[in-house]
């Protein structure tokens, strides 16, 4: 039983780039959640997918976007990249909204230059 | 803010020895969740505690939850050397409980 997947596992862009990060969630689960998690931070949480469409928002500018698909597997995209951005970028993913167990992915560490 | 706050910062002791770390939150909770991260990978589940919980147990951890001061503490029986890495309490409040909020985490440091 495969777990939660990301991909890329590392990425590196230049400022004002656009990136695209992708999720597969673990088998069963239908709900994705995105965090941002910079270098010696806790992760912070952006948003969350349920049924293709976002559920939930932290507090993220609208740079910040996303997408889920009908095979629940989730992207997330961030246009016009800072230096800031740079993170590691965790997806989780649940059964249902109400879930109270999230499994994680092992990230994508993204870096802006 | 939600977010709780984890104590100590880092914690550095011997293998054989007990890590406690200890969670604060600031608004009532639904849950509380516990989390290991190694060198800035993937969080690993260690532990749910429900509000109406007061103590659960997983193997070498214990948890505590204490709702009247809003904390909670993680204690590590018997450290081993695998057991270094940073540790995340996670809330998920009242009437929202699909947002986790995290704290800034503990490093745990065991030495061999």
């Known amino acids: 039983d495969a777990g939660v997947t990301q991909s890329p596992t590392h990425l590196i862009k230049t400022r004002g780039q656009q990136v695209t990060l992708r999720c597969s969630p673990k088998s069963g689960h239908d709900t994705v959640s995105w965090y941002q998690q910079a270098l010696g931070q806790g992760p912070q949480f952006i948003f969350q997918?349920?049924?293709?469409?976002?559920?939930q928002r932290g507090n993220f500018p609208d740079r910040f976007s996303g997408h889920q698909f009908p095979n629940y597997s989730s992207e997330l995209n961030v246009n016009a990249l800072l230096l800031g951005d740079s993170a590691l970028y965790l997806c989780?993913?649940?059964?249902?909204?109400?879930?109270?167990?999230?499994?994680f992915g092992p990230g994508t560490r993204l870096t802006v230059t | 803010s939600q977010q709780g706050e984890e104590d100590p910062q880092a914690l550095s002791i011997q293998e054989g020895e007990n890590a406690t770390m200890n969670c604060s939150y600031k608004?009532?909770?639904?849950?509380l969740q516990w989390y290991r991260q190694n060198s800035g990978r993937g969080l690993v589940h260690l532990i749910l505690?429900?509000?109406?919980?007061r103590e659960k147990h997983s193997g070498r951890l214990r948890v505590t939850l204490d709702t009247s001061k809003k904390s909670s503490s993680l204690l590590i029986t018997a450290s081993r050397a695998a057991d270094t890495a940073s540790y995340f309490c996670a809330t998920a409040h009242t009437g929202n409980f699909n947002k986790f909020y995290f704290g800034s985490g503990t490093k745990l440091n065991v030495k061999p």
């Open positions: 997918y349920y049924e293709e469409e976002e559920r």
């Open positions: 989780a993913s649940s059964f249902r909204q109400g879930s109270d167990e999230q499994y």
């Open positions: 608004t009532s909770i639904n849950n």
């Open positions: 505690i429900r509000s109406n919980e």
